[in-house]
């Protein structure tokens, strides 16, 4: 796992210097090695967390005679099969790294090289003969990559830092992504925090020329869309496991120890599981506790850990931790958060990192794959609802959702029926799973300046929907809603936020067996009722790990990660300097993003400890968050570089150049 | 009462003290005010500002959805309890 970054377009002889500042400031990515290229008309670089060939795998890389030039961040898991394959073919190979499978897979297949990978990836490849710069990103959207145009020059980084740190670019935050993330929990791809910045969506490959996109395309996509294999439930648990073996086998691919992490839920678990079984011996787990009870699961973890006789370690997080790291967080992710969980997967990964590891396993992806969030109920209830208006089955069937939020069951039955039938009731509409939660969520703009509501006029519902796949209307909800999360969040927040970013700000590989895309496609091609069973969630789940896990773990209500938020601000009333600083008429007035009045009663209930709703926390969360965001990235952003290219150590550079 | 009412409302869910257009009939559900959430809020701040218990089966839109549903609601327990006490 690594950081990249480059420049193509015009005479790069005088963008050495803006290269290596790029590079500083994702030394976190690669502390292990980096290295530069730069032949007048594409200039890459690379900085190497080293992982797989440790000796050989040094970066920028090229084909044998020059003329096929990468810089890669990720890994490629099935790169032993690819590069038996390619030699056959007659290609020679002078290292045992899977950057180099990329570079021979692209000589011989080009653009489609990156249908063959399995992995995790982001890359540039230079090709000299056709004058042309090719990047690529993984098919879910686990390892980042961001670009921009500007004078004639086209510029990539895996983080936005390190675009403004080398390009004379224009930093600004985009109103129109305050408003998407103020809805959806994330941007619309390629839309990123700050305007003229993109992202390279997940599944897309995009081509350069002259310093100008030339063309862009999706590569793949999940297939929830296609006709559902008949298979009985025993068949598809047996295809599952089958499958998800042989992915966790691939991802323990490394010349490094492999750890996993254990949340106490039934992904983790299952994960952790398959490497015992796989390895033959408890790898070492991690885990976040919490000291608020109402968040802690360690007592799952324990059980857990202690089943598969694993070395354990845990974190246990108090509010003034959380708070403590956020503006770290919010550096890393860059983009406002909603919601403080990323902050104690920041902490679990400096224990990691303190522990001499660099990668570790864990359950992302399960959820979404296999039908596993409370929105997804929602969805079918709601459906049922729609369809059958008169059933009594109606009350009791609302009640099952979100058995963990007391708020929410402590309403009466009427209330949860009103909520859900304010006129959310349109089946037919493409986005019906979602519309409560965005609107819910779309009622945080309250707080938006009057400047900033001035900006937005067209809605991020609909620029979302335009995303969505031919057909997309005629899907059942279900499918619908878990395209939706797998599209949306899944890469915008949770692999992001919560995934890379805060692994990578301590220098850890994260890896998702659950992610590998043929479980992904497998999951999206099973019959509905087998990953909702009645308002069974992860039914094909739970039956593929009986005899794998403990009962206890097996039987638990599902509980989301979540994180104590407004608590850990205003724990006794008393918040620390920044958020004070940050939250103050002075600071709102001046960076313009909110109405001070509105943000103030705001404040003057958390103090309280009055915040309890998930409005209230969320707003919170993303007000700070993006007051953090222009603090660090608008308004300081100079002291920042400077200091990055300081402490990078590059003054030395292994330099390739041909 | 009513002012009373709107002031929390404006306080603790729309988070504007200057006031705003709120009509005293628009419901809260409706309108966005208070969200899945939220109605425990609205439920403890009554207990505690008019000192008597809202029972299980008073948690229903008819009694709480409105700025003007709400007063009545409160007038009504509030004359029972003094009607007891008396």
Redesign the interface.
């Known amino acids: 796992m690594c950081g990249i970054a480059g420049i193509t377009g015009g005479d790069l002889a005088v963008c050495q210097e803006a290269l290596k500042s790029m590079l500083s400031m994702l030394r976190h990515r690669g502390p292990d090695d980096f290295g530069l290229y730069n032949d007048g008309r594409a200039a890459l670089g690379h900085t190497r967390l080293s992982i797989i060939d440790l000796a050989g795998g040094r970066q920028p890389m090229s084909n044998e005679d020059g003329s096929v030039w990468i810089t890669f961040n990720g890994e490629i898991f099935n790169y032993i099969e690819l590069k038996d394959e390619l030699s056959r073919k007659g290609h020679r190979f002078s290292t045992n790294s899977d950057t180099e499978v990329i570079v021979h897979l692209y000589e011989e297949l080009g653009d489609g090289c990156v249908t063959r990978l399995n992995g995790q990836f982001a890359f540039a490849i230079w090709d000299k003969n056709r004058s042309e710069l090719f990047i690529a990103r993984d098919r879910l959207g686990i390892r980042p990559l961001f670009y921009s145009s500007h004078a004639g020059r086209f510029y990539f980084p895996t983080e936005i830092k390190a675009l403004f740190a080398g390009g004379p670019l224009p930093r600004e935050i985009d109103p129109a992504a305050l408003d998407e993330i103020f809805t959806l929990w994330c941007s619309v791809p390629p839309r990123t925090a700050f305007k003229g910045i993109n992202e390279l969506p997940p599944a897309h490959w995009m081509k350069i020329r002259d310093g100008a996109v030339s063309s862009v395309k999706r590569y793949w996509d999940v297939p929830l869309g296609e006709e559902p294999l008949d298979i009985s439930i025993e068949e598809a648990a047996d295809g599952l496991f089958d499958i998800l073996s042989d992915a966790t086998r691939l991802q323990l691919r490394a010349d490094v120890p492999v750890g996993a992490y254990l949340s106490g839920g039934l992904d983790s678990s299952i994960t952790a599981a398959l490497i015992t079984k796989i390895t033959g011996a408890g790898p070492h787990t991690f885990s976040v506790a919490f000291e608020d009870g109402a968040y802690d699961e360690s007592g799952f973890q324990h059980e857990m850990a202690r089943h598969l006789g694993t070395e354990h370690h845990e974190v246990r997080c108090s509010y003034s931790d959380i708070s403590g790291v956020f503006p770290e967080v919010v550096w890393y992710a860059e983009k406002p958060v909603l919601r403080t969980a990323p902050a104690p997967l920041f902490i679990l990964s400096r224990l990691v990192r303190e522990t001499g590891l660099k990668v570790v396993l864990t359950g992302e992806g399960a959820d979404e794959a296999a039908g596993g969030y409370d929105i997804f109920k929602e969805a079918k209830i709601r459906e049922f609802w729609a369809r059958e208006p008169e059933s009594r089955l109606r009350p009791l069937l609302l009640k099952k959702l979100y058995p963990y939020l007391s708020a929410f069951q402590g309403q009466s039955d009427a209330y949860r029926e009103a909520f859900f039938n304010g006129g959310l009731s349109d089946v037919s509409d493409p986005l019906f799973s979602h519309r409560p939660r965005w609107q819910t969520t779309s009622r945080l703009k309250a707080f938006f300046s009057k400047d900033l509501l001035a900006e937005n006029t067209s809605g991020p519902e609909e620029r979302l929907k335009s995303l969505m796949p031919r057909g997309f209307g005629g899907w059942r909800a279900l499918a619908r809603a878990q395209y939706i999360e797998t599209a949306g969040l899944l890469p915008g927040y949770i692999l992001s936020s919560q995934g890379d970013r805060v692994l990578m700000g301590n220098s850890v590989e994260g890896r998702y067996p659950f992610l590998d895309h043929r479980v992904v496609e497998y999951c999206a091609r099973l019959p509905l009722r087998h990953k909702m069973r009645g308002l069974d969630e992860k039914h094909v789940l739970k039956r593929m790990a009986r005899g794998m896990l403990p009962a206890s773990i097996l039987k638990r209500t599902k509980q989301p990660y979540l994180a104590p938020d407004s608590k850990s601000f205003f724990a006794g009333g008393k918040a620390p300097d920044y958020v004070e600083e940050l939250l103050s008429e002075g600071s709102l007035k001046d960076y313009g993003y909110f109405d001070p009045g509105s943000v103030g009663l705001l404040v003057k209930k958390c103090r309280r400890g009055a915040a309890s709703g998930f409005r209230d926390n969320m707003a919170l969360v993303g007000i700070l968050s993006t007051q953090l965001l222009h603090n660090m990235f608008i308004a300081g952003f100079e002291g920042r570089a400077a200091r990055g290219r300081d402490a990078a150590g590059l003054r030395a550079p292994a330099t390739a150049a041909s | 009462m009513h002012d009373k009412i709107r002031e929390f409302i404006f ?2 869910f ?5 006031g705003s257009a709120l009509d005293n009939d628009a419901s809260f ?2 309108t ?1 005010i208070i ?7 609205l439920v403890n701040w009554i207990q505690e500002t008019y000192g008597f218990e809202v029972d ?2 008073e ?3 008819e009694n709480l ?1 409105s700025v003007n549903r709400l007063a009545i609601y409160i007038d009504r327990k509030t004359q029972a309890a003094t009607r007891v006490s008396g």
């Open positions: 306080e603790n729309l988070f504007n003290a200057e559900l409706e966005g969200d899945s959430t939220g109605m425990l809020e299980d089966t948690l229903v839109p959805d």
